[in-house]
């Protein structure tokens, strides 16, 4: 995750909470990536408390660092190495076509060159460590398509090197969309005050921005005839309680607008509330989290610098004879 604005629910039900859950099955690598960050100004400052703060996040999210390491992208150098080499097998066009890249872009009235290259750097975070899988929400399916794609032109060109990550999408949640305009998807540079529900939110606020949520002309949910707006509701809904279509269907069926919200809200609140515990208590030794991060530097490195050291030794760039 970039540490860049609020984490809302959309990161957490669509990319965090499904963290926590594969950590049992894979071994786990997760980044901060503070280099993607930049591609866009951010204040020094609040980028510096803003890394410490999504690594409380994570943590409070119950990611174990015993289990899982947990990085800083600009910590480990090999990041930042393997994207270069990857944008030299990039064409241009790959990366002008990509969908976040056009919206970001449309934003700005200058485009930095880093916007551009931030799926080769991306597909560098993958297979800099052999990654099986990458666990995200849809909207980022398509740089892991793109990342694929780097690998295998890389592999064409220069041999076997990258294995092939999948995308692994959760089964609800993987589109959180806006709450004030269910049309677009929740995100952390949206301007409007009632678009997402952040994960520090405190519960009035969270009751406010879902109370207002935009809904439709119809007075109560009708699973024939859903509007963006209410499938986004129970989408959050099913997301954080993990209910069946089924039991979606026989307990909101005919309920009218009013009572969803309140569910969505009380659901909201009753799992962001422990999360919000764990996380002041998480921040509450100023030297956990570093030394968290430390030590997870120090655990994927070696993974990191002996695939960089493939990388150079298939293009040909200098490495040190080997004794
Ligand atoms: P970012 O906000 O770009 O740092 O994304 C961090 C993670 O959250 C990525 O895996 C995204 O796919 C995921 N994500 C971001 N916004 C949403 C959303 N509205 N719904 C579901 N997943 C999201």
Known sequence: MQPSGNLHIGNYLGALKNWVRVQADYECIFCIVD??????????????????????????????????????????????????MLTCVTPVGWLERMTQYKA????????????????????????????AAVPVGEDQ????????????????????????????????????????????????????????????????RIRKIVMRATTDSNPAVDFENLGDGVANLLNIFQAFAGWTGAQM???????????LKKQVAEITISQLEPFQQRYREMMSDPDYIPGI???????????ANSTVDLVKRRMGLYTEPRP
């Open 35 to 84: 280099l993607h960050a930049v591609t866009v100004y951010q204040d020094p400052a609040e980028l510096r408390a803003k890394i410490i703060e999504i690594a409380g996040l994570y943590l409070a999210a119950g990611i174990d660092p015993r289990q899982s390491s947990i990085m800083v992208q600009s910590a480990v150098p090999a990041h930042a190495e393997l994207a270069w």
């Open 104 to 131: 970001k872009a449309a934003k700005q009235e200058s485009v930095g060159d880093g916007l551009l290259q931030y799926p080769c750097l991306m597909a560098a975070d993958i297979l800099l460590y052999q990654a």
């Open 141 to 204: 399916a398509q740089h892991l398509e793109l990342t694929r794609d780097i690998a295998q032109r890389f592999n064409s060109l220069y041999g076997e090197t990258f294995v092939m990550p999948a995308t692994s999408l959760p089964g609800v949640g993987a589109r959180i969309m806006g709450l004030d305009d269910p049309t677009t998807k929740m995100s952390k540079s949206a301007a409007g005050a009632n678009h997402a529900v952040a994960l520090l939110d405190p519960p009035d």
């Open 249 to 259: 269907r026989a307990h909101f069926s005919g309920m009218r607008y009013g009572d």
């Open 293 to 303: 991060l430390r030590e997870g530097a120090a655990r994927v490195s070696p993974i």
